[in-house]
Each structure stands twice: as C-alpha cells, then as structure tokens.
C-alpha cells in the first residue's frame, strides 16, 4: 500500500497545516483514485473519460459511433456505451465519497479512436452493420491534418450532442445511484476546449436538460456545477463572459502552453532541448509553466473570471499542476487549487505549503 507513513508522512502532515492550496488528482481508474486518495488528493481535478474509451470491450462501439454518418448510427453506439460508462463513475463516485469529482467531458483528438488495418474495420463492420469499404470512406473524410486543432473538445459536443448527452446522464444516473447509499456526491461536470461563452452555453443547457431528465426518473436531486477548462487564448482573454456560464475554471497548461507559444506538444522535442541550452526558454514550457508569458493569461483569466464571478472557483489540471516551481506561481494567482499525477501528489502538497509559506 502506498499510504505515506513514517517521517515522510508526519512531514506531510507538517505542510498540510500550512497549505492553502487544495491539492487533487488528475485520475480516472478506480486503482488510481485510490492510490491518489492514498497520498492525500482532496478530490480529482481531471477525469479525462476519452481514456476510457480506450478500453478493449468497448473500442469497437466507439468506433462505431465516430464512424456513423448520422444521429441514429450514433445513438445505436452510444447505448451501447451508456451502462459501461453509468459503471465507471460509480466507481470512482464510491472511491471518492465526500470528495470532489471534476469529470471532463470526452475530448480526443478524433483521430486516435480511427480503426487501423482490415481486422479492426471488419470489426466495426460486424458491430455496425456497415460494409468495410462504406467506413473506409467515412474514416478517409474524418481525416484531418491538424487533429489537436480540429474536431476535439467540444467542438464534439456542440456537432454530435448525443456523445455528451450519454456522458451527463451516465455521470447524474451513477451519481444518483451512489447517493441513494447514503454518499455525498457534488459532481463538477467540465467542458473541454472552450473558446466562446456561446459554446458553453449550449452545452450546460444540454447538461441541465439532462440532470432534469434523469433526477425526475431518480426521483431524486443533487447539487452539481458546470465549468470549463481555460486551454486556449481566446478563452482566457474572454474569461470575464464565460464566467457568467462556468461555475468553475480549471487551467488545462497542456493546451494552453501549446496554443500561445505555437509549440506543438506532441513534436516539440526536436528543438526544445536546444532552446532551453541557449536560455530562449529558461525551462522545459511543457514541464514549468512559461510564467512570463502562459502565466500573464493564467492571471489575467482569473482576474476576469472573479470580477464576474467572486466565488468561481479557480484550478489548475495541466501537468504543471504537479511542477513546484508552478505551484508557487498558482499560489501568487490565488488558484483554489492544483490537480496532479496521483504520484505527484505528495511533491505538490509539499510545494504548495512552501508557496504559502513563501
Ligand atoms: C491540458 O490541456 O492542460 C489538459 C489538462 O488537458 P489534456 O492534457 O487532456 O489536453
Ligand atoms: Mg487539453
């Protein structure tokens, strides 16, 4: 068991006495959850549910959905998929009662759930009901050639509403279920990608139009907030609108980091290390956030986020969420809280209670 005993472990209760930071976990496997909770997460910043979409049993369903050139192709798939993800937030629901619970809704780059090679396409085939060479088309059509700039995040949800539709009635039916035990469940329901308040006001009234849906089948209610990564520009300089829709703002660095230097953070390695040599960037920006200049839209985000909102809450769930030195500047920005690996977990309580006390 990885609980932290010991020294190491008084020494984290030490820094928990001064850290004002809560610190989550970016996790979604129950196993991860778990560990997380172990190491003394309060909760998880990040569910990114495309990874479970991944998952052996049920691949072939979402291929068969990204595959479907209508509404009913999709939703034939998307039943299919329902019970399976009803089935992965209850448990994640259960392993972390009284905690809160930020599910991302699905964001891949389209192009990952794509089958490769004849048996994969023979597959869906067989799923579907569709030739190989009739999704063989479609696949040839979803093509795209900048996939982290295409049709990912919500862009998803906003062209193909059921996908989303099946993720808040799975998150409020689990929900819901796990409540009915006695468990206290506030659910944070994120929205990847957001660029326009407009985006986010479509997708929260599908959101609500579904918790009504399911509390009145439940015959019962819960309390839940709808909110937003801030991963792009557009969203951070226009942070003062989205925040009249968003409960909530958790800073996706990834994204943001790849967007405003134009760094892409899938091919960047061929040319960062010499940049770091010759002192253009002083670290990895993928690793420490670029705080002269990522860091100005993180600031600026929140200040315009709280002078709509003064009670939105405010986190960080990129990976920088579990980099000291980034830690230290969430503080100074007054972040409610930072989100890490479950492994980084630990090093980030620690952080943060050196950056209160800094
Ligand atoms: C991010 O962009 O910082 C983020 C947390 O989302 P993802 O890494 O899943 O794109
Ligand atoms: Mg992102």
Redesign the pocket.
């Known amino acids: 068991e990885p609980e932290l005993v010991g020294d190491f472990g008084t020494l984290m209760t030490w820094a928990d006495k001064h850290r004002r930071m809560k610190v989550r976990t970016?996790a979604e496997t129950p196993a991860d959850c778990q560990m997380a909770r172990q190491f003394g997460a309060e909760g998880i910043g990040?569910c990114?549910t495309e990874h479970m979409f991944f998952d052996e049993a049920r691949i072939t369903a979402v291929r068969q959905m990204i595959l479907a050139d209508n509404e009913a192709g999709r939703r034939e798939a998307l039943t299919k998929l329902l019970p399976e993800q009803r089935q992965d937030f209850h448990k994640i629901f259960e392993v972390m009662t009284g905690l809160p619970v930020t599910i991302r809704l699905l964001?891949p780059p389209l192009h990952e759930f794509l089958p490769h090679g004849d048996a994969e396409f023979e597959e869906v085939a067989q799923a579907s009901g569709y030739g190989v060479e009739h999704l063989r088309r479609r696949a040839a059509e979803l093509h795209e050639f900048n996939p982290m700039l295409g049709h990912r995040g919500c862009r998803l949800g906003v062209t193909y509403p059921e996908i989303y539709e099946m993720q808040a009635r799975a998150i409020f039916e689990a929900a819901c279920d796990v409540a009915g035990q006695g468990e206290a469940i506030v659910p944070e329901i994120m929205v990847?990608l957001v660029g326009s308040k407009r985006e986010l006001d479509i997708l929260k009234d599908l959101i609500d139009r579904v918790a009504a849906e399911v509390f009145a089948e439940k015959g019962r209610t819960l309390d839940y907030i709808v909110g937003t990564?801030i991963?792009l520009p557009r969203a951070a300089l226009m942070a003062g609108e989205i925040a009249e829709s968003g409960a909530f703002f958790s800073?996706?660095?990834?994204?943001?980091t790849q967007t405003t230097l134009g760094v892409s953070r899938d091919d960047s390695a061929r040319f960062l290390a010499q940049y770091v040599e010759k002192g253009i960037y002083q670290r990895d920006p993928f690793v420490s956030l670029d705080i002269e200049g990522v860091g100005q839209l993180v600031s600026l985000a929140a200040e315009r986020g709280r002078a709509t909102r003064p009670d939105i809450k405010l986190g960080i769930?990129?990976?920088h969420g579990g980099d000291p030195a980034s830690i230290a500047f969430c503080e100074t920005v007054g972040l409610d809280y930072v989100s890490a690996s479950p492994y980084r977990v630990p090093i980030a309580r620690l952080a943060a209670a050196q950056a209160a006390l800094g």
């Open positions: 970016n990040l990114r964001d990847p990564m991963e800073f996706g660095t990834n994204d943001l769930c990129g990976e």
